[in-house]
Nanobody, 126 residues
Framework: QVQLGESGGGLVQAGGSLRLSCAGS????????MGWFRQAPGKEREFVAA????????HYEDSVKGRFTISRDTAKTTVYLQMNSLKPEDTAVYYC???????????????????WGQGTQVTVSS
């Protein structure tokens, strides 16, 4: 199992930027693809971005392409979500997620993520 903890959320004006971090603890022999999801009030949780274990491959939800960037550190313990040009509709609780993988370059489908953090609130004011 992997333990996940998000940080970096907060209040920002529209057009501003935030960087979310997700620190994970795992067994050294395990490899995880990572993802970010979000849930706005009254809405279902939705996929935002994902990255392979190697960091080579990434996927993004259409509405964040060109504004958000997912990355991970070389030690594979932390994944980041750089969010630029934020909009009020980006307001949500953002969750980090992980999926055990055996292919270093594989990015799982959003429905395949199985481990979740507790979430961090992002609020974008207009």
């Amino acid at each position: 199992q992997v333990q996940l903890g998000e940080s970096g959320g907060g209040l920002v004006q529209a057009g501003g930027s935030l960087r979310l971090s997700c620190a994970g603890s795992r067994r050294p022999s395990s490899r995880y693809a990572m993802g970010w999801f979000r849930q706005a009030p009254g809405k279902e949780r939705e996929f935002v971005a994902a990255i392979s274990w190697s960091g080579k491959n990434t996927h993004y939800e259409d509405s964040v392409k060109g504004r958000f960037t997912i990355s991970r550190d070389t030690a594979k313990t932390t994944v980041y979500l750089q969010m630029n040009s934020l909009k009020p509709e980006d307001t949500a609780v953002y969750y980090c997620a992980a999926r055990l993988v055996y292919d270093n370059d594989y990015v799982p489908a959003p429905s395949d993520f199985a481990s979740w953090g507790q979430g961090t609130q992002v609020t974008v004011s207009s």
